[in-house]
């Protein structure tokens, strides 16, 4: 394993922490104590993922640094924060996060987080058997990776890129919660359904004419979600 990772906390005992655990399963590591040097390393340096904690200290909270870091890399980004509200996830996805690990966590937690993660990035590619899909406004080209609303195209992460893919692959059926979590995210996260929801909520404020009524990605209460329009063909 010769993955390299990125800790960046302006607490040395975590940072310790952190380091100890990851390098004892095989990663490299480096770490940067505030929001300037994690920039400048993910620039210099290259790492193949950043375990970014939100609260940091000179001005640039994680929050500025994922922004920034989404203008020239898209490296998998993994938030440490204190909670993990709802709102802290949106907040979070809008800048560009992957993912979020709760403080205090586990060994076992965190491998297996930076493990699904690294894994989302480097799953090979699906069979495509369909050009893409139609369905309204949108626009998915599976072959490409490009979402299009009314002839524009939509910037997406390659983690949202999957549910929505995930989604339309499965025009007008539903699909579950932790069918979704399973594909999308991995076999771990297939409890995690208010991690699902927070994600469905960003991708809606990008796809949908209107968020809080969607007419897209539309909510099956107690089961899942199902990608819908009347007029969905496949080409």
Known sequence: MDEKILVVDDEPRLVRLASEILKAVGYQVIAAANGESALEMVALEQPDLVLLDIVLPHGLDGYEVCRRIREFSDVPVIMLTAKAQEADLVRGFEVGADDYVTKPF???????????????????????????????????????????????????????????????????????????????????????????????RYLRRKLEPDPDNPQYIVTISGVGYMLTSPDSTAS
């Open 106 to 200: 586990s060994a076992k937690e965190l491998v297996m987080r930076v493990k699904a993660v690294l894994r989302r990035y480097q799953r090979p590619d699906e069979v495509v058997t369909t050009a893409g899909l139609t369905c309204g406004d949108l626009e998915i080209n599976y072959a490409r990776h490009l979402v299009k609303k009314k002839g524009k195209n939509v910037s997406l992460t390659p983690t949202e890129y999957k549910l929505l893919h995930q989604l339309a692959l499965n025009a007008n059926r539903v699909v579950s919660h932790e069918d979704l979590l399973t594909n999308v995210w991995g076999s771990e996260y297939r409890n995690d359904i208010d991690y699902l929801r927070a994600y469905i």
